[in-house]
């Protein structure tokens, strides 16, 4: 299910060059919505090119993920490299085999840290190897989890929940359209409160896009259901929502109301 829910925030100035020399600053302390403030200064001039409203606004989009990735690892030791080395590889095979048993595709599955060293009382030596996996069925995680450990995984980690290349693309163009949205309401509410008129935009620039990850820092282990006694507890993870969030400012003209 892809749920979707809508937030916003935005900050609004304003700068004009109108008839006269004036000076105002417009400002909101209200706690039911967005705060706001502005100005409006000028000097006696009918030059029309510089009397703007500028907006900055927000908007973000909150959906449910649709990848996730962890990292699994094995750890060694023993009384020389060689042999932290060859228990490595072997761990290492079992976590393989297991990926495939899971059906996780090998560009889905990349090599991270490798390391051999001596311990650090100088007695033998210890060795780590991670991956990092991706997954293309968030729901499918806490069996993973399951699996690799089953399969020899010492180390099992790291687990965040986003979002594929192209739902971020899509959510990218939903967070900036709604900042769009909110930066045409707080110009509309300013030229009315200032007795002008909205007559076109000048500019618009988009100051960054960003997407919040879920970090899943616990894992939650679920009991079987009685009718399945004697089976090993599964783990379960809730994924929570991820956050796209865009920025822009835009620059519109105004004149005089009719």
């Known amino acids: 299910m892809d749920r979707r829910q809508f937030l916003a925030m935005s900050a609004a100035g304003v700068t ?25 200064t000028g000097s006696a001039t009918g030059d029309s090119a510089g009397r703007t409203i500028e907006v900055s606004a927000s908007g973000e989009v909150e959906t449910e993920p649709d990848e996730a990735r962890l990292q699994v690892g094995v750890e060694a030791s023993g009384e020389s490299a060689d042999e932290v080395e060859t228990e490595l590889a072997e761990r290492a095979d079992n976590l393989r085999e297991a990926f495939d048993e899971l059906g996780i595709p090998d560009d889905d599955i990349e090599s991270g840290r490798y390391t051999i060293r001596p311990e650090r009382d100088g007695n033998g030596y ?13 729901d499918r995680t806490g069996e993973v989890i399951d699996a690799v450990t089953a399969a020899g995984a010492d180390d099992v980690g790291r687990v965040s929940f986003g979002l594929s290349d192209e739902k971020r693309a899509e959510l990218r163009g939903d967070a900036l359209d709604h900042a769009l949205e909110n930066a045409d309401e707080e110009a509309q509410h300013i030229a009315a409160n200032r007795g002008v008129s909205i007559t076109g935009t000048k500019s618009v620039s988009t100051r960054n896009v960003d997407v919040v990850p879920v970090r899943a820092d616990e894992y939650a282990v ?15 993870i809730d994924t929570g929502h991820v956050t796209v969030s865009g920025s822009v400012e835009v620059v519109y003209g105004f004149e005089d109301a009719g």
């Open 126 to 138: 210890q060795g780590a190897h991670s991956f990092q996996v991706r997954l293309e069925d968030v």
């Open 16 to 40: 004009a060059a109108t008839a006269g020399c004036l000076e105002t600053t417009l400002g909101s302390d209200s706690n039911d919505g967005p705060a706001t403030e502005g100005s409006i």
């Open 222 to 236: 679920v009991e079987a259901d009685d009718s399945a006694a004697g089976t090993t507890p599964r783990t379960e």
